[in-house]
């Protein structure tokens, strides 16, 4: 058979052979001495050299086509592991299957040896897989570009129930089988120094960068594989290094700590996703982090652009460059730089390319959350950046008052420059001026970027700000992670789904049959107990699958409301121990999230959900009627596990918070029914899976707006509902942690005498009988599989590969070029 995504056929002898050849020539064992983990490597490395070939042959046939290029940057790309999901897009799952059975091995097994690449952490770093997953899968020319982090976020583990971070070595010490060391592509970086100017040869004024110290950026690169093509595409991750790592002469006078001292600072820049920020030198680390990553992915893209022999004018032509939030954003002023003093362009030449070759994603409508740098540290570490910056802002402050002659409140509100006890460089304000297309991530948000964030630069700049709602790939998400479910679609639409997710729509009308219920709810059951057989291996904790199972898995973060999940669960707990008449049907309530090192609060919640966890999951007076899971070390692994066995989906952001979310749709698809505000990408889930198959609750974004401005008093709620009260007071006594009452009082504390900023006591009695309803229609399990397969079958918007289309024809003016 003719491999997807590969040129030659499949040759199984060839492949055992390169197993083994790899297994002692790579990894010095013997197929006697060979543990599980060496026989993963070894196939990896394997399959890798099928990869590294194609990634090789479409680099060259790209180049080779003058297409035009989309050009990602994210500081994070959440990949999840990669071996079991490039089988199936190269089409070779079943025939590597047969061949290491062969070597007496089983595949699932070799899997789940490895480690999820530690290269990011929520939602931004898994939408940006998802997008090169689509991008790939299409055939849009495109390289990713991010960090080679050593450590990523961190691993999570609990302690007496507290949050403990431990570095994530996802490489382990022979490093991932996948990634290839590109070592001609590598990049030197200035950092600091001092800016001087000069006369050129046609006697003009010049301005250039002496850089202080430098730094290598080593190029990795991951291969991006084509569903069902023969196109593979770089994720190219920088590493830094000292270009002089050691030096003789100190280690010689015994100062052996200080020979390597170059080594030890570059090797910090990548050493974890995300270097704490809340003192001086992690917020100069994580500029430097940021600028390394964009001062190497523009030369990087330069570097193509003239290999291919094209001209510095054509630039804009032939790249674009997205910047994924804001984290990229001094990438901006480092193409001025380099267009300006090494290609010694003059201010509006290099304008006209720079302005027309970058556009922005916008994920956030938080004021803390868009980025801000002080001016004081970008002057000292990138001092020409700093000028151009100020020049950029400069004229662009001329451009103001034209529109808006003398309003200087509108200069202070647009301008780059935030002024201030310490002057503030505002990235979000220096993307939206220097790119030709902003986009917002769903409908909703991105109205309320136009309407609440940069109403402005909207009117300054009509047609800029654009709508792009996320999407998620169907081929990790659905074919890959839940392969019962997959196998009755194609059963149903036929077997090319997964490229075409348009098809899906065909189960609509198996809702109402009823053999389909039963074979579909008979996957979600085999799913719930894959879950808990997980649980009860890895927790101890016994779980029944006959039980809701109901999930809130994301960043631990105030405004995704996991305590309001927390207080409902306590508010049941306080019946089924108060009201002797009170029925539920049995429910386990499971967490997946990591909060922050230094997020406090956040911290707090986890706390509390696992010392109520320890109570309710041991207290026989509650008759296994309530079980609650927090699972440890959340990733991409786990959320396979953990999507296809949902039964209710928790997307309870505050109104207006939350930009899109794409594990909605991940649940939605995998044929869970979501309880949600009308927030982020839920609003359009209901348009199109109907109001009778998502349960909405909660207050509208106007309506959050009108009680913040009135003047919201949650006292007022506690008094008043006495469910709500009985609950949180709760979290003072000992209930929970024996002999130590108060331990939880934190978050009764955030929710009362801290004013409740994300609106928790506000929402809860709607949250509460939302659940009742749940409760009751999961009764009748005939009209719930109705409403799980219709979710399921309506889904089809929320394909990553719909967004990426967006993206190409409204945003990049990008066409698919097919590797025949």
Not at 157 to 164: A, M, T, Y
Request: hydrophobic share 40%.
């Amino acid at each position: 058979m003719t491999t997807r995504g590969q040129t030659q056929q499949f040759d199984k002898a060839a492949f055992k052979a390169a197993v083994q050849k790899h297994l002692v020539t790579t990894y010095a064992q013997t197929v006697e001495t060979a543990d599980t983990r060496s026989w993963y490597l070894a196939v990896g490395r394997a399959l890798a050299e099928i990869s590294t070939g194609s990634l090789l042959e479409t680099e060259k046939f790209v180049a080779e086509s003058n297409a035009r290029s989309v050009n990602y940057l994210s500081l994070e790309f959440l990949i999840g592991r990669l071996t079991g999901n490039n089988l199936i897009s190269m089409g070779l799952y079943e025939d590597v299957s047969g061949a290491v059975e062969e070597l007496g091995l089983n595949l699932s097994d070799l899997l789940e040896e490895e480690r999820d690449p530690a290269l990011g952490n929520g939602g931004l770093g898994r939408l940006a897989a998802c997008f090169m997953d689509s991008l790939a899968a299409q055939e849009y020319p495109a390289v990713g570009y991010g960090l080679h982090y050593e450590y990523g976020l961190f691993r999570q583990s609990f302690e007496n129930g507290r949050q403990v971070e431990a570095p994530d070595a996802w490489r382990g010490i022979e490093g991932y089988p996948w990634e290839v060391l590109r070592p001609e592509l590598n990049q030197t970086v200035g950092l600091y120094g001092r800016v001087e100017s000069y006369i050129n040869e046609d006697g003009e004024n010049c301005r250039r960068w002496v850089p202080a110290l430098n730094v290598e950026g080593v190029a990795w690169d991951l291969p991006l594989i084509g569903y069902d093509n023969k196109s593979v595409y770089p994720l190219r991750l920088w590493e830094c290094r000292s270009p002089a790592p050691f030096n003789l002469a100190r280690f010689n006078d015994g100062d052996y700590v200080g020979a390597q001292y170059g080594q030890l600072e570059a090797g910090n820049v990548t050493k974890v996703l995300y270097p704490n920020d809340n003192h001086d030198q992690g917020k100069a680390l994580r500029l430097m982090q940021q600028y390394f990553h964009c001062a190497c992915s523009v030369a990087d893209i330069l570097r193509r652009h003239f290999a291919a022999g094209h001209k510095i004018e054509d630039f804009a032509k032939l790249e674009a460059i997205q910047l994924n939030d804001t984290h990229p954003t001094i990438a901006i002023p480092e193409l001025m730089r380099i267009l300006l003093d090494e290609q010694n362009l003059d201010w509006d030449a290099a304008w006209a390319i720079c302005s027309k070759t970058f556009a922005y994603t916008n994920h956030t409508l938080l004021p803390e959350a868009l980025e801000t740098w002080s001016e004081a540290l970008i002057s000292e570490m990138l001092p020409r950046h700093m000028e151009i910056i100020f020049e950029i802002n400069h004229r662009f402050m001329s451009l103001v008052e034209k529109k808006w002659p003398g309003n200087n409140e509108i200069k202070r509100k647009l301008s780059i420059i935030e002024e201030g006890p310490q002057r503030m460089v505002r990235m979000a304000n220096l993307c939206v001026v220097s790119t030709y297309a902003v986009n917002g991530v769903a409908a909703l948000h991105s109205e309320l970027v136009k309407r609440d964030l940069f109403p402005e630069f909207h009117e300054l700049f009509p047609g800029r700000l654009h709508n792009v709602t996320n999407g998620v790939t169907p081929r990790r998400w659905v074919k890959y992670c839940n392969p019962g479910l997959s196998a009755l679609i194609s059963e149903k639409v036929g077997d090319d789904w997964p490229k075409k997710l348009e098809k899906i729509a065909g189960l609509e009308k198996f809702a109402d049959d009823k053999a389909f219920q039963k074979r579909y709810m008979a996957v979600k059951k085999e799913n719930k107990q894959r879950l808990a057989n997980w649980v009860e291996e890895n927790m101890g904790i016994e779980l029944d699958t006959d039980a809701i199972f109901d999930i809130q898995i994301k960043r631990l973060h105030e405004y995704k409301r996991q305590h309001l999940n927390l207080v409902h669960i306590l508010s049941l707990y306080h019946r089924l121990i108060n009201e002797p008449t009170f029925d539920m049907h049995p429910r386990v309530f499971f967490f997946g999230a990591k909060a922050a090192p230094g997020y406090a609060l956040a911290k707090d919640i986890i706390f509390a959900i696992n010392k109520v966890a320890e109570k309710v999951n041991n207290d026989p007076r509650l008759g296994g009627k309530l079980k609650v899971v927090f699972i440890p070390d959340y990733r991409v692994s786990l959320a396979e596990i953990l999507f296809p066995a949902a039964d209710v989906s928790e997307q309870i952001s505050t109104a207006g918070k939350e930009a899109s979310g794409t594990g909605n749709m991940k649940f939605a698809l995998n044929g869970a029914l979501t309880i949600g505000t009308m927030d982020g990408a839920n609003v359009e889930m209901r348009e199109e899976v109907g109001d009778e198959n998502i349960f909405i609750f909660g207050l509208l974004v106007d309506e959050v707006q009108k009680l913040l401005e009135e003047g919201y008093d949650p006292y007022r709620y506690y008094h008043a509902d006495s469910l709500l009260r009985a609950s949180l007071d709760l979290l003072e006594t000992d209930e929970f942690t024996p002999g130590k009452p108060g331990q939880l009082a934190a978050i009764r504390h955030n929710l009362l005498e801290g004013g409740d900023p994300y609106l928790v006591l506000a929402d809860f009695a709607d949250y509460a009988k939302t659940h009742e309803k749940i409760d009751a229609e999961y009764r009748d399990q005939e009209n719930w599989a109705r409403k799980a397969i219709l979710n399921t079958a309506l889904m089809s918007k929320f394909s990553s590969d719909r967004s990426i289309r967006d993206y190409a024809n409204n945003i990049w003016n990008l066409k698919p070029v097919s590797k025949k």
